[in-house]
């Protein structure tokens, strides 16, 4: 047994780690990652408003509280929907202006104009202009990668001609402010020149403007993204490099969340039409049923700490357990420890996996309700549960069967290594108690 956990050490260390640092540290995995970031606080505000615009009561339901909700909401509705469009109807302009900024940022550009560069870049594309009106149709999730492509592009584009000193120079006495207009001239130029020609080629030939063709190119992609076997390779490979030490929910939320976004935007469409959702693998999924309580689904294990014999876990436990309840869990993680411990790999690994499968196969057949908002990570998985699935009651059950079955996976893993602790704190004792002893002749 210890040879083969060995070799599973060598593999990840002499290919899986390199590679992960990589990929990690890659400039544009970075900015994407950067970009949605910059991105969440305006998607979690318009999410929680169409929440509140669809509440979770049936159309004729009599409760007093409850119909006058309902009632409110379709008064109102045309005003209320006024923050969504403006936040998650328009996600692309800020993912568009992150990236850019990020990539500015590493190639030591001005942030600013690099974003609105990449802004310019994005609306030249997915914005066409018909009957005196621009269109919005990939402003939001449609979009998500013609934003990402185009930022990348005018980002690079603005650097190349930089590091060639195709620039506008103005004499030092020029305020900062005009310089900069200046400098980038030239830049959004070869921007326009560029992506707008392409933009009108690729419209005669295909009759599809280059959002509409991206998104008719990844459609099998994304399909894919939405399946029971891209939620395990995902949360396998996350799992893995955690078990490594290193970030592995980064790296793969960082590959996610175009996707996630993209099929967050069609359930949202859907609501708001009274259709079927159509997606089920989103962020709320991923963090309210496979990351309960941080990477490996760790809060069931903290809990469990705390009545543990071992002194060692039992005080682990009570570090790590509230923040837990957070989704921060660092301190079990590390001193338990979890990472690079043979013993736990198998739990660590498969609960989260396991969790994926009850939960895919519970929502897959309506007995738990789909994810239609974004929450931030560090609500508390049942709460969080809920409210990304607009509030219902079904996923709160669903996390709490995911948290008791976490819990006894863990449990004679746990057991396990608390028996070779409590035997190691015995012989620490007996060695103490020995070197502490006076003998009776001194």
């Known amino acids: 047994m210890s040879g083969l956990y060995q070799a599973m050490v060598n593999v990840i260390e002499k290919h899986i780690t390199p590679l992960a640092g990589s990929v990690g540290q890659q400039r544009h995995v970075i900015a994407i990652r950067d970009g949605f970031i910059a991105a969440l606080p305006f998607m979690i505000i318009g ?27 379709l008064k109102y ?14 996600m692309t302009f800020f993912i568009s202006v992150g990236i850019g900024a990020s990539l500015g940022k590493h190639y ?45 592009y005018a980002a690079e584009v603005y650097a190349l001609l930089k590091r060639r000193n195709i620039t506008i120079r103005l004499p030092k006495e020029v305020p900062t402010g005009v310089a900069r207009s200046f400098e980038i001239l030239i830049p959004v130029v070869v921007i326009v020149a560029t992506l707008h020609p392409l933009n009108l080629f690729i419209q005669s030939t295909t009759g599809m403007i280059i959002p509409e063709a991206i998104m008719h190119l990844l459609a099998p992609l994304v399909s894919a993204s939405d399946s029971l076997p891209a939620i395990l390779i995902s949360v396998f490979i996350c799992q893995v490099l955690w078990f490594a030490g290193i970030h592995g929910a980064l790296i793969v939320t960082g590959i996610m969340n175009p996707f996630w976004m993209t099929n967050l935007a069609l359930n949202q469409t859907a609501l708001q039409a009274g259709a079927p959702l159509p997606h089920i693998y989103l962020q709320g999924f991923w963090d309210h049923y496979l990351l309960i309580g941080g990477v490996g689904s760790t809060l069931p294990l903290a809990i469990l700490l705390l009545c543990s014999k071992a002194v060692h876990l039992r005080t682990i436990g009570r570090m790590g357990v ?30 989260p996996m396991l969790n994926a499968i009850f939960a895919y196969t519970a929502t897959k057949l309506g007995w738990v309700a789909q994810v239609v908002s974004l929450t931030p990570w560090t609500t508390p998985a049942p709460i969080g549960a809920s409210w990304a699935a607009n509030w219902a009651f079904s996923p709160v ?41 006076v003998p009776a002749n001194s």
């Open 47 to 73: 999410s929680f408003m169409l929440v509140f615009i669809f509440p979770p009561f049936s159309p004729d339901t009599t409760l007093g509280f409850a119909r006058g909700w309902l009632d409110l909401s």
């Open 77 to 90: 509705r045309e005003q209320l929907m006024l923050p969504w469009y403006l936040s998650m109807g328009v």
């Open 108 to 152: 030591k550009l001005d942030p600013i104009m690099t974003g609105l560069l990449a802004f310019m870049a994005f609306l030249l594309v997915a914005a066409p202009y018909h009957d005196k009106q621009i269109s919005t149709q990939y402003f939001s999730g449609e979009g998500i990668f013609t934003a990402i492509l185009t930022a990348i």
């Open 322 to 351: 509230v923040p837990s309840f957070f989704n921060i869990n660092e301190p079990i993680l590390f001193g338990t420890p979890i990472i690079m411990n043979p013993v736990f790999f198998l739990p660590f690994t498969l609960v």
């Open 397 to 437: 059950i669903m996390c709490l069967f995911c948290m008791v079955l976490s819990a006894v996976m863990y449990y004679p893993f746990l057991k396990a290594y608390e028996r070779t602790l409590l035997k190691q704190e015995a012989e620490k004792a007996t060695a103490q108690t020995a070197g502490n002893a």
